[in-house]
T-cell receptor, first 116, second 111 residues
Framework: DVKVTQSSRYLVKRTGEKVFLECVQD?????MFWYRQDPGLGLRLIYF???????EKGDIPEGYSVSREKKERFSLILESASTNQTSMYLC???????????????FGPGTRLLVL | KNQVEQSPQSLIILERKNCTLQ??????????LRWYKQDTGRGPVSLTI?????NTKSNGRYTATLDADTKQSSLHITASQLSDSASYIC??????????FGAGTTVTVRA
């Protein structure tokens, strides 16, 4: 079974703090994604990566950065957390081949982040 | 404006009853459509996937239909169980990395 794990289920941070969210997948997938999920809205893509050290902006990259130093690990970084970044963050991975986006995306359990 | 609209936003049904969820999309070009199930506190899990040429796909008690001409899809849950209580998300793919997600329908099954 595909397993995508996220470092924390719940996080509480203060405005201005630097926040790291980590995601690890064990299926040797090339593609990894970070989304945020807010009530009444569909999932929105923040960043994705189709290979180690490669990253591309999604629909809402402002205020976020990412790092992919190893194939299995994709980190989302909030350089200076703000209250409007309070949300559920979901990591996903897909595809045995880079940029094979037709493959089903497998999601982690999510990290619920509260920024005070 | 969201290119994937789902209805209803939420519904409550009694155990063992059937229900149907709707998904209308405007995404173009269209590659495939997926239905995901998301249990509370968990990430979404894929239920079905349909390409342009398919008009129905089943996964146990879940049956998805697709009308690519009218750009509509439905997810039918047969003989609902308490474990079907979840959010159901319609996801449309344009064929590249771009996925368009609906906001989801929250289903509550009551005994």
């Amino acid at each position: 079974d595909v397993k995508v794990t996220q470092s924390s289920r719940y996080l509480v941070k203060r405005t201005g703090e630097k926040v790291f969210l980590e995601c690890v997948q064990d299926m040797d997938h090339e593609n990894m994604f970070w989304y945020r999920q807010d009530p009444g809205l569909g999932l929105r893509l923040i960043y994705f990566s189709y290979d180690v050290k490669m990253k591309e902006k999604g629909d809402i990259p402002e205020g976020y950065s990412v790092s992919r130093e190893k194939k299995e690990r994709f980190s989302l970084i909030l350089e200076s957390a703000s209250t409007n970044q309070t949300s559920m963050y979901l990591c996903a991975s897909s595809g045995a081949r880079a940029r094979d986006y037709q493959e089903t995306q497998y999601f982690g359990p999510g990290t619920r982040l509260l920024v005070l | 404006k969201n290119q994937v609209e789902q209805s209803p936003q939420s519904l409550i049904i009694l155990e063992r009853k059937n229900c149907t969820l709707q998904c209308n999309y405007t995404v173009s070009p269209f590659s495939n459509l997926r239905w995901y199930k998301q249990d509370t506190g968990r990430g979404p899990v894929s239920l079905t996937i349909m390409t342009f040429s398919e008009n129905t796909k089943s996964n146990g008690r879940y049956t998805a239909t697709l009308d690519a001409d009218t750009k509509q899809s439905s997810l039918h849950i047969t003989a609902s169980q308490l474990s079907d209580s979840a959010s159901y998300i319609c996801v449309v793919s344009e064929g590249d990395y771009k996925l368009s997600f609906g906001a989801g329908t929250t289903v509550t099954v009551r005994a």
